[in-house]
T-cell receptor
Framework: ETGVTQTPRHLVMGMTNKKSLKCEQH?????MYWYKQSAKKPLELMFV???????ENNSVPSRFSPECPNSSHLFLHLHTLQPEDSALYLC??????????????FGPGTRLTVL | KQEVTQIPAALSVPEGENLVLNCSFT??????LQWFRQDPGKGLTSLLL?????REQTSGRLNASLDKSSGRSTLYIAASQPGDSATYLC???????????FGKGITLSVRP
């Protein structure tokens, strides 16, 4: 058990649906991350939040909208997705101290299928 | 731009064999390097983290080495077991506040 949980674990949605992925960390960390893992490709960093502020947005389409209401929770709101958005979405957390982002701990992921 | 390569993409070995997984990176000015394990459909579990000032790290049957000058890291697994079957990912951090750059991973299968 890594201390980072994600719900749901599996999600199937149509292209017109709106859904949200949730991540919660119980490690006392102050930075959280969303990654996308597609088949045959390296993990792609999508967003980074540090102290509840977004510090990185790696050219992610606007149909993905992150939200970090506090240091323990991170959401990824999804709307009008495309089939190519089907992937494993991983959340991670870490401690940030004096600008140094320390070791990341990962959740189990949400397997998303867009029909 | 940092790029991380892991070759081969897949490896199958008989149980009990000692094996080496390779990772190469293009920019040798790294902050640290991390090896992760990922079971099918699951998240990542950190195995070993090597700081730029270190040459190797060990944990049980695992030993990771780092050669910054050649842009290489290896993960040595001693006396492999079927339970070691998983995908092993290498990730490099270029600076203290920079992101992790991942390789595509090596899918290992250990046959009983």
């Amino acid at each position: 058990e890594t201390g980072v949980t994600q719900t749901p674990r599996h999600l199937v949605m149509g292209m017109t649906n709106k859904k949200s992925l949730k991540c919660e960390q119980h490690l006392g960390h102050n930075a959280m991350y969303w990654y996308k893992q597609s088949a045959k490709k390296p993990l792609e960093l999508m967003f980074v939040y540090s102290l509840e502020e977004r510090v990185e947005n790696n050219s992610v389409p606007s149909r993905f909208s992150p939200e970090c209401p506090n240091s323990s929770h991170l959401f990824l709101h999804l709307h009008t997705l495309q089939p190519e958005d089907s992937a494993l979405y991983l959340c991670a957390s870490s401690r940030v101290l004096a600008g140094v982002f320390n070791e990341q701990f990962f959740g189990p992921g949400t397997r998303l299928t867009v029909l | 731009k940092q790029e991380v390569t892991q070759i081969p993409a897949a490896l199958s070995v008989p149980e009990g064999e000692n094996l080496v997984l390779n990772c190469s990176f293009t920019d040798s000015a790294i902050y640290n390097l991390q090896w992760f394990r990922q079971d099918p459909g699951k998240g990542l579990t950190s195995l070993l983290l090597i700081q730029s000032s270190q040459r190797e790290q060990t944990s049980g049957r695992l030993n990771a080495s780092l050669d910054k000058s050649s842009g290489r890291s290896t993960l040595y697994i001693a006396a492999s077991q079927p339970g070691d079957s998983a995908t092993y990912l290498c990730a490099v951090k270029t600076g203290a506040n920079s992101k992790l750059t991942f390789g595509k991973g090596i899918t290992l299968s250990v046959r009983p």
